[in-house]
C-alpha cells in the first residue's frame, strides 16, 4: 500500500514546473503564458503540466521513466500481466484489443447491445461477427447483459469461434454471470475481451460486483474518467494470461493512441489509481451511507420510482429513476436541466444518475438534488408506463453481407415502415448511451423498426440515421433492381 501512495508521473511534472522553465517546443501555449486573457484563469494552472516528451517526463509509447512506473503501480493494484494508459479513452482500447486478438475472417462472438467503437474495431478488423442478443429486464425496460447459455449455444453453432467482445457493466450499472461466460470460454481457449468502461471502481470489491480483471477476463478495458476522478479520454487497458499476446496489443496501441499524448490526463490517470488504491472501508462506509440516505430521499418521490439491480447485484454509483407519470425519460431529463440537475442519459422510461465515488469527509449535493428532483415531479399524475418493445427471438445471429462486401453496395432510401427485410446500409445508435439499435450490414426486422420509431415518438437522439427525421433509412438496394421497383 505504502508503494501505492506514489504518484511518479505527476510529481516529476510538478518538478518540472518548479524549474520556471522557459518552453521552445511545442504545444504552442508555451506553459499558459501564451493564451487569450479571458481563458487564463480556466486553464493558467493546468497549461503548466500541458507539456511533451521532455528529458525526464518519459514518452507514452516507448515509457521507460515515470510513465512506466505509473503504469506499473496500475497493473500491480490491478494484479494484471500488463496495464497500460490510455489517452483516446475506451475506444482506443477497444479498437486495440480486437485487432490484436483477431484476424481477418475469423469469427467472432460480440454482445449485441455494444459500444459504436467495438463496431468499429470489427470493421477495421474484418472479422465475421455473430452477435448475441441480451436479455431484456421487463422492469427496468433496458436490455441488460448476455447470459452463459447463449454463449454455449454460439460456441456449439460456430467451432471456430476466435474471441468472445461483451460488455460488462451495461450502462446503467446491471452485471451478469461474467465468471461462468469466462470458465465457458476458456474451456475453449477462447480469449475474453471485456469493455468494461464503467467500471474501473470494481477493483474496490463488496458490495460493488467483481471487476472483470479479477474475474480472468484476458483483456479488459476501463474508462477511469467515468467513475473515478481523472480527466475526460483518461483510461485504462489490462492484460491477464497469454491468449492473446501483449506485443500486439502494444503495437496497436501505437497505431492508434495519439503521437501527441496529453501529460494532463495522463497525469490525472495517475492520481486516479493513487485514489483507487487509498480507498478505505471507511470510505466505503461513509458512501454507502450517503447514497442510502440519497436513495430514500428519492423514493418519497411519487412521480418516479427508483430502480432495484436484478438480484441486488450491480454498481451503487448508478441510480435509475422510472418516471411513473406522462413524463417519459426524455421528457424528464429536460425539466431537471430546467433545474440545472444534469443527468448521464435518458431513455423512453428512465432517466440515469451517476454519482461520485466520494471518501469519507466528502460532500455532494445530494439533499438539493433531490428537493430539485421533487420540484419537477410535483403533482404529475400517476401514470405507470408499459414497454411497447419486443426482443428478437433470436439469440445468435449474423450480419447479412460480409464487411469487405459492403463498399461496393448502392444504398437507396426508404419509409422506416417499410424496410422489414431489407438490410441496413447505416448504423443507427442512440447516444447517450452509443449502443447501436441497427446495425450497417444487418438484415431489418420489426422489433428494430419497432424500437426505432418507438424513440423518435419520445425524443431520442441518434448518431447516424440522417434521414430518420424524414421517417427513412437507408438500406442496400437488393441485387438486379433499380429504386423504383425494390
Known amino acids: 500500500m505504502k508503494k501505492q501512495m506514489n504518484t511518479p508521473l505527476f510529481k516529476a511534472l510538478l518538478e518540472h514546473n518548479k524549474k520556471n522553465p522557459i518552453s521552445f517546443h511545442v504545444p504552442g501555449h508555451k506553459n499558459g503564458q501564451n493564451i487569450q486573457s479571458e481563458a487564463s484563469h480556466f486553464f493558467e494552472q493546468i497549461l503548466k503540466m500541458d507539456v511533451t516528451e521532455l528529458s525526464g517526463l518519459d514518452d507514452l509509447h516507448s515509457p521507460e521513466g515515470v510513465i512506466l512506473e505509473a503504469e506499473q503501480l496500475l497493473a500491480e493494484l490491478f494484479q494484471t500481466r500488463k496495464s497500460f494508459f490510455l489517452v483516446n479513452g475506451s475506444t482506443v482500447g477497444n479498437l486495440a484489443m480486437i485487432m490484436a486478438a483477431c484476424r481477418e475472417n475469423d469469427t467472432v462472438l460480440v454482445q449485441r447491445n ?116 481523472a480527466m475526460t479520454m483518461g483510461s485504462y487497458l489490462h492484460v491477464n494470461g497469454h491468449l492473446v499476446d501483449v506485443n500486439k496489443v502494444k503495437d496497436y496501441l501505437q497505431i492508434f493512441q495519439s503521437s501527441s499524448p496529453s501529460y494532463p490526463i495522463m497525469a490525472s490517470l495517475d492520481l486516479a489509481r493513487k485514489y483507487l488504491a487509498t480507498y478505505t472501508k471507511q470510505d466505503l462506509d461513509a458512501l454507502q451511507k450517503s447514497i442510502k440516505h440519497f436513495k430514500a430521499e428519492l423514493e418519497d418521490i411519487p412521480g418516479i420510482k427508483v430502480l432495484a439491480y436484478p438480484n441486488h447485484q450491480g454498481d451503487l454509483l448508478k441510480v435509475t429513476i422510472q418516471t411513473r407519470s406522462n413524463f417519459s425519460g426524455f421528457e424528464l431529463q429536460k425539466r431537471l436541466e430546467e433545474e440545472a440537475v444534469y443527468t448521464e442519459l435518458a431513455d423512453p422510461y428512465n432517466v440515469l444518475l451517476v454519482l461520485p465515488l466520494l471518501k469519507e469527509g466528502q460532500r455532494y449535493p445530494f439533499e438539493v438534488t433531490a428537493r430539485k428532483i421533487k420540484k419537477v415531479c410535483k403533482n404529475l399524475p400517476f401514470h405507470e408506463q408499459k414497454s411497447k418493445l419486443t426482443m428478437s427471438n433470436r439469440k445468435v445471429s449474423g450480419l447479412a453481407i460480409p464487411y469487405k462486401e459492403m463498399d461496393d453496395l448502392e444504398s437507396m432510401d426508404v419509409p422506416i415502415a417499410e424496410a422489414i427485410g431489407f438490410v441496413c446500409a447505416e448504423t443507427i445508435i442512440p447516444y447517450p448511451p452509443g449502443i447501436p439499435l441497427l446495425l450497417k450490414g444487418e438484415e431489418i426486422t420489426i422489433e428494430r423498426v419497432n424500437q426505432v420509431q418507438r424513440l423518435l415518438e419520445t425524443g431520442a437522439r441518434f448518431q447516424g440515421g440522417s434521414l430518420l427525421t424524414l421517417g427513412k433509412v437507408k438500406v442496400f438496394k437488393k441485387q438486379g433492381c433499380v429504386k423504383e421497383q425494390c
Open 114 to 229: 455494444c459500444h459504436k467503437s467495438v463496431l468499429n474495431a470489427l470493421r477495421l478488423a474484418k472479422v465475421r461477427p455473430i452477435f448475441l442478443e441480451p436479455e431484456y429486464d421487463h422492469d427496468w425496460k433496458v436490455a441488460t447483459c448476455v447470459n452463459v447459455d447463449t454463449v454455449k449455444e454460439a460456441i456449439g453453432l460456430y467451432s471456430n469461434v476466435k474471441a468472445i467482445i461483451l460488455t460488462y457493466p451495461n450502462y446503467y450499472g446491471i452485471v451478469s454471470d461474467l465468471e461462468g461466460i469466462i470458465k465457458e470460454a476458456h474451456l475453449h481457449h477462447i480469449p475474453v475481451l471485456v469493455d468494461e468502461a464503467h467500471g474501473a471502481h470494481f477493483n474496490i470489491g463488496h458490495p460493488f460486483p467483481a471487476s472483470a480483471v479479477q474475474l480472468g477476463a484476458d483483456i479488459v478495458v476501463q474508462s477511469a474518467h467515468k467513475t473515478l476522478p
